[in-house]
């Protein structure tokens, strides 16, 4: 069992940047692969950016590329997400998934074992 708990959210500028966290619980935090994802109201929660168990092997959705930045600490059971150059497109509530196992990356919803409760993120223009 792992338990997520995403931080960092907040109220930006557009042009401005945000850091969110996720924090778990748990002693095998490095065998998951980990993810996260947005939400808007009425849609369906779409992938934002992955990263595999090690750290080693990132990848991100078109629309957030060259803007945003996954990446994880091991030791600090943590996962975080650098986002530069925020626009207003990208407010949401973004959440943090944990797959157990998932020796590769992990691109949908379905794959993630774990959720945390989510963060808002909104941006102004």
């Known amino acids: 069992q792992v338990h997520l708990v995403e931080s960092g959210g907040g109220l930006v500028q557009a042009g401005g940047s945000l850091t969110l966290s996720c924090a778990a619980s748990g002693r095998t935090f490095s065998t998951y692969a980990m993810g996260w994802f947005r939400q808007t109201p009425g849609k369906e929660r779409e992938f934002v950016a992955t990263?595999?168990?090690?750290?080693?092997?990132?990848d991100y959705a078109d629309s957030v590329k060259g803007r945003f930045t996954i990446s994880r600490d091991n030791a600090k059971n943590t996962t975080y997400l650098q986002m530069n150059s925020l626009k207003p497109e990208d407010t949401a509530v973004y959440y943090c998934?944990?797959?157990?196992?998932?020796?590769?990356?992990?691109?949908?919803?379905?794959?993630?074992?774990?959720w945390g409760q989510g963060t808002q993120v909104t941006v102004s223009s």
């Open positions: 990263i595999n168990w090690s750290g080693s092997s990132t």
């Open positions: 998934g944990a797959a157990q196992y998932l020796l590769r990356l992990g691109y949908m919803y379905s794959e993630y074992d774990y």
